[in-house]
């Protein structure tokens, strides 16, 4: 998993409330086995029309979204089934981070593991964001996990919290894999120990 330490991007803002899994990634494309490749599939009954063409009024396929690294939105992001494939959705189209009020847990969860960072911000702070790209105009944010701060470099500025074993582990690029790994050696001599005896 990539190291997230900091990261300067464009955001996205996507004014909605109770986006599910389903939405983020639509059941249809739940037949892959790789964790990548998701990325086109994301939004997608919003991105796409039903002639397959792009939906110019969906949020993401405006000219200003276009590689945005920052997602924001509103109350309850991530609802509805438990899917892993959401977050994978996310990172795969090129999201890094998420900020919203607030989240579903399962999905919070998943994003953690999958390298993805979700925020939750006061909705008022949230209001305050949306108020910067009001206009259509693209703009950037800076996430710094290590200062755990979201900022605009015209000096405003938030702080956030993020639960000291995600941070670690966000910081230093580990999933649970690279977690159980990084005890590799005690693993190996346990196990010869119970070959032996």
Request: net charge negative; glycine share 10%; with cysteine.
């Amino acid at each position: 998993m990539e190291p997230f330490v900091r990261l300067t991007g464009k955001v996205a803002l996507m004014d909605r409330v109770n986006v599910d899994t389903d939405q983020i990634i639509p059941k249809q494309f739940l037949k892959r086995i790789e964790r990548t490749g998701f990325g086109q599939y994301l939004f997608y009954d919003w991105r796409f029309r039903e002639d397959g063409g792009a939906n110019e009024a969906f949020e993401l396929n405006q000219p200003h979204n276009q590689g945005a690294a920052i997602l924001v939105a509103q109350h309850n992001f991530g609802c509805g089934s438990s899917r892993e494939h959401a977050a994978w959705a996310l990172g795969d189209y090129g999201f890094r981070v998420v900020l919203a009020p607030s989240f579903a847990d399962i999905f919070f969860n998943n994003c953690f593991k999958n390298g993805l960072l979700p925020i939750r911000l006061p909705e008022s702070t949230i209001d305050q964001i949306f108020a910067k790209g009001t206009g259509g105009s693209a703009f950037e944010l800076t996430v710094d996990l290590e200062a755990q701060t979201v900022s605009d470099g015209a000096g405003w500025q938030v702080s956030f919290e993020v639960d000291p074993r995600r941070r670690y582990n966000l910081l230093n690029g580990l999933d649970d894999i690279a977690i159980t790994l990084q005890y590799e050696a005690d693993i190996t001599a346990y196990e010869g120990r119970r070959r032996t005896g």
